[in-house]
């Protein structure tokens, strides 16, 4: 029973963790992140990236699987990196969080055209392309959303998928993160 018990306990710990970061606009800051992970043996589920709202910095949405200790890990290593300005867990917090998904679907004919229009609506998708015998569609949301819909779209026959992974943040209001013009982290991404 102690196995057992332990076994679900370290099921329990190992998930996946949402960590954002927010980064200097530099040349090659998307390489020298990737390449941490990559050395210190860190998988990422899910990697997203866009403009903030600080000129001059992005904002980084990692889904990294693990227990406590391997986002432990992540946050110290990525906080090593200079143009690294502020990086936040949001595992344990309330949080809103959307995945957007591009799905070119077969439809050879008008009936099979029909059905995926419908799924469409169900979903509060959007058909944004036609082609002669493909649709394309729009899916926003979370990913439990998108793997239902994907899997009823799935019978039609699913040309291509693209994907950006999880995009998140708090939940309310929180005060805005400025760069100190004095800090040591942005007096080394001028050098």
Do not use: C, W, Y
Not at 26 to 53: D, K, Q, T
Not at 88 to 93: A, F, H, P, R, V
């Amino acid at each position: 029973m102690t196995t057992n018990g332990a076994h679900q306990a370290h099921q329990h710990t190992a998930r996946q963790h949402t960590i954002t970061a927010l980064v200097m606009d530099h040349p090659g800051v998307l390489n020298r992140v990737a390449s941490m992970f990559r050395r210190r043996g860190f998988n990422i589920a899910s990697l997203a990236v866009g403009a903030s709202e600080i000129p001059g910095q992005s904002r980084m949405t990692f889904v990294v699987n693990g227990d406590d200790a391997t986002v432990e890990q992540v946050t110290k290593q990525l906080r090593k990196i200079i143009e690294v300005v502020k990086v936040t867990d949001l595992s344990q917090e309330d949080i809103v969080a959307r995945e957007l998904a591009l799905v070119k679907v077969k439809t050879p004919s008008a009936d099979s055209r029909a059905e995926v229009i419908q799924i469409v609506e169900l979903f509060r998708a959007k058909v944004i392309d036609v082609g002669a015998d493909t649709v394309t569609i729009e899916i926003t949301g979370d990913e439990n959303k998108i793997a239902s819909i994907m899997t009823l779209l799935k019978g039609f026959g699913v040309v291509e998928v693209m994907r950006t992974g999880r995009v998140a943040m708090s939940r309310g209001r929180k005060a805005p993160v400025r760069a100190a013009a004095g800090s040591a982290k942005a007096k080394a991404s001028k050098a």
